[in-house]
């Protein structure tokens, strides 16, 4: 199995703050037939269900804030909120879909400080 | 906008079966991968399996040998089953669709999530 490890475990990100969130990938995840990066980030507010950010590591999800951002290639892969609103205080996750089984980090809770 | 939705008991008893149904609505369940994932109180989240619209199933090795995920496309809907359960199938269990028709990578959208207590 592909063992994805993020990092932190939580931050603490002021209101207009930047976050960043990093995940690194046991193996990579890079296609090279097709040049892209199997991954993508969700995050989890309280008691909802996991909500797509973006996949193909950087490919926003329609309807997403361009205040999301995704980069990396590889194993190494970062999740960035630009300027942190209320509405992002939550756990956000990033999976691999380069093998079965897919698999998750294990979270990052985003808090304001 | 396509729907799914969880049904099933909230309370299993030790060594019997859990058995869920994603009912999808809005949409066909043709074409796609449709995906059950669960999450441990407090922890992470673990993909159980998936299956194809056309019935091949793909499932996480550690629950391979108790897990069963079918599709009914009559009902547009697809089940899980999972035998000899424990404490530890404790979750919320989710149904959720692969994003894009025919490929299983990234999910979305997603139930709303059913919680399944295992307890005599």
């Known amino acids: 199995d592909i063992v994805m490890t993020q990092s932190p475990d939580s931050l603490a990100v002021s209101l207009g703050e930047r976050a960043t969130i990093n995940c690194k990938s046991s193996?990579?995840?890079?296609?090279?037939?097709?040049?892209?990066?199997?991954l993508a980030w969700y995050h989890q507010r309280p008691g909802q269900p996991p909500k797509l950010l973006i996949y193909?590591?950087?490919t926003r999800e329609s309807g997403v804030p361009d205040r999301f951002s995704g980069s990396g290639s590889g194993t190494d892969f970062t999740l960035t909120i630009s300027s942190l609103q209320a509405e992002d205080v939550a756990v956000y996750y990033c999976?691999?879909?380069?093998?079965?089984?897919?698999?998750f980090g294990q979270g990052t809770k985003v808090e304001i400080k | 906008q396509v729907q799914l939705q969880e049904s099933g008991p909230g309370l299993v008893k030790p060594s019997e079966t859990l058995s869920l149904t994603c009912t999808v609505s809005?949409?066909?369940?043709?074409?796609?991968?449709w995906i059950w994932i669960r999450q441990a109180p407090g922890k992470g989240l673990e993909w159980i399996g998936h299956i194809y619209y056309s019935g091949s199933t793909n499932y996480n090795p550690s629950l391979k040998s108790r897990v069963t995920i079918s599709v009914d496309m009559s009902k547009n809907q697809f089940s899980l089953k999972l035998n000899s359960v424990t404490a530890a199938d404790t979750a919320v269990y989710y149904c959720a669709r692969a994003a894009a028709a025919g490929v299983y990578g990234w999910f979305d959208p997603w139930g709303q999530g059913t919680l399944v207590t295992v307890s005599s």
């Open positions: 999976q691999q879909y380069y093998s079965t089984p897919q698999t």
């Open positions: 193909w590591a950087s």
């Open positions: 193996q990579s995840l890079f296609y090279s037939s097709n040049n892209k990066n199997y």
């Open positions: 809005g949409g066909s369940i043709s074409n796609y991968y």
